[in-house]
């Protein structure tokens, strides 16, 4: 049983466009939302995080956007680069310390 | 600094032998320690994650087993490999309580079962 739910599975985006991806999940237990970047044979790396209490939290050009009542989180990225080109996860923390990840956006941003 | 470390990087075992792969982190004491397992083209899947010396919870009922025999050591095993048993195995670890959740991974084990 998949916990979180990733959408889409590969996403192209033109350079400078907007990257978006969708997670959803059923577990209101869950207590804290992290993205991660991976790019390939390298492990994940945290991107930006957020907490069920705040709706939208920025860090530079990635916006976590998240609604409580509907069970989704969205990571989106502006202005999106070559260098962006990587695989995303979403994930989920329950309250034993467990993480539960979606299972991953292959985004392509092409110059 | 914290530091994780996964050995070895890189492995090829026959089906039917044993595992052990280790992971290790320096700079922090008492981690949450995870074990995940990555098939190719797909998401990470939780093994094993452990709060404390022996205390190890399992996710997934399958043939590998976890031990925690020191703080800030954990380890993956089998008894005996399966080809489905193949992919990209990552450690990682978290502080214990407090504000900070934030998880750090190992460089990973790329295994191969033929």
């Known amino acids: 049983q998949q916990q979180v739910k990733q959408s889409p599975q590969s996403l192209i985006v033109q350079k400078g466009g907007i990257s978006i991806i969708n997670c959803a999940y059923e577990?209101?237990?869950?207590?804290?939302f992290p993205w991660y970047q991976q790019f390939p044979g390298k492990g994940p790396a945290l991107l930006i995080a957020?907490?069920?209490?705040?709706s939208e939290k920025k860090e530079g050009r990635f916006t976590i956007s998240f609604n409580k009542s509907a069970k989704q989180f969205s990571l989106h990225i502006m202005d999106s680069q070559p260098g962006d080109s990587a695989t995303y996860f979403c994930a989920a923390k329950g309250p034993l310390g467990q993480f539960y990840f979606g299972t991953g956006t292959s985004l392509t941003v092409i110059p | 600094s914290q530091t994780i470390h996964q050995w070895p990087a890189t492995l090829v075992q026959p089906v039917g032998s044993p595992l052990s792969l280790e992971c290790t982190v320096e700079g922090t004491s008492n981690p949450n320690l995870y074990w995940y397992r990555q098939a190719a083209g797909r998401g990470l899947q939780l093994l094993f994650y452990?709060?404390?010396?022996?205390?190890i919870s399992s996710e997934v009922p399958q043939n590998l087993s976890a031990s925690r025999p020191q703080d800030r050591q954990f380890i993956l095993s089998s008894k005996k490999l399966l080809l489905s048993d193949s992919g990209f195995y990552l450690c990682?670890?978290?502080?214990?309580?407090?504000?900070?959740?934030?998880?750090?991974f190992g460089p990973g084990t790329r295994l191969t079962v033929l």
């Open positions: 577990n209101t237990a869950f207590d804290y």
């Open positions: 957020i907490r069920p209490d705040v």
């Open positions: 452990s709060v404390g010396i022996g205390q």
């Open positions: 990682a670890w978290k502080n214990t309580g407090g504000q900070i959740d934030t998880q750090y």
